[in-house]
């Protein structure tokens, strides 16, 4: 079945130092989405790419879909306290099929 | 507008109960979703109807069931508890069967002693 696999599994960064969570997937994907979960809280949708080699930036975040749709990252620059949360990429086989989560990464920012 | 809402919020049952979590989605919303959330780990698919059909099942056990009302809410069943059932319980939902965005409830988290 269908896998969505992301690294790292934990990142703790120094307040300012940039971060990046990479996404993989076993099967090509019709789109991908990435949501942030705080702690203690339910998982936000920040995203969806869909085009293959699709760039978005939302501020200080860069997500990028790979060439070939299976694999996606994000990217954080100068990280804040206010980006604590585990970030999660979420995929679709199809436009019909399930939405699967990644295993997510959690990001620990050091003030 | 009233986010996709969930109760109970908490409860805690023991082995060998049922229990039934509940979901409602945002108005105008077909699809929901179902995920389960072990303590500090990600989220496994369970369930996913839109328009009262059940569209996928995730790799549960045939205890875990569920289902959407004409109105779009539903239900997850869980019969027959283990203690490795303790998790919180997402729903979510999505304006219909290829949107994208999933709008998450705050979630009900089940202690299973």
């Known amino acids: 079945g269908q896998q969505v696999m992301q690294i790292p599994q934990y990142q703790h960064v120094q307040e300012g130092e940039d971060f990046t969570t990479y996404c993989n997937s076993s099967t090509t994907l019709s789109n991908i989405q990435w949501y942030k979960q705080r702690p203690g809280g339910h998982p936000v949708f920040l995203i969806q790419?869909?085009?293959?080699?699709e760039v978005k930036k939302q501020k200080r975040l860069t997500f990028q879909f790979g060439e070939a749709k299976k694999n996606s990252s994000l990217h954080i620059t100068a990280t804040q306290t206010t980006d604590v949360g585990t970030y999660f990429c979420a995929g679709r086989r199809d436009s019909s099929y399930k939405l699967i989560f990644g295993s997510g990464t959690r990001l620990l920012v050091r003030p | 507008e009233a986010g996709v809402t969930q109760s109970p919020t908490h409860l805690i049952k023991t082995r060998g109960q049922q229990v039934t979590l509940r979901c409602s989605p945002i108005?105008?919303?077909?699809?929901v979703y179902w995920y389960q959330q072990a303590l500090g780990l990600g989220l496994q698919f369970l369930l996913w109807y839109d328009e009262g059909e059940e569209r996928n099942r995730g790799n549960f056990p045939p205890r875990f069931s569920g289902r959407q009302f004409p109105n779009y809410s539903s239900e997850l069943n869980v019969n027959a508890l283990e203690l490795e059932d303790s998790a919180l319980y997402l729903c979510a939902s999505s304006v219909g069967l290829r949107t994208g965005e999933l709008f998450f409830g705050e979630g009900s988290r089940l202690t299973v002693l």
């Open positions: 108005s105008g919303h077909t699809s």
């Open positions: 790419l869909v085009k293959s080699g």
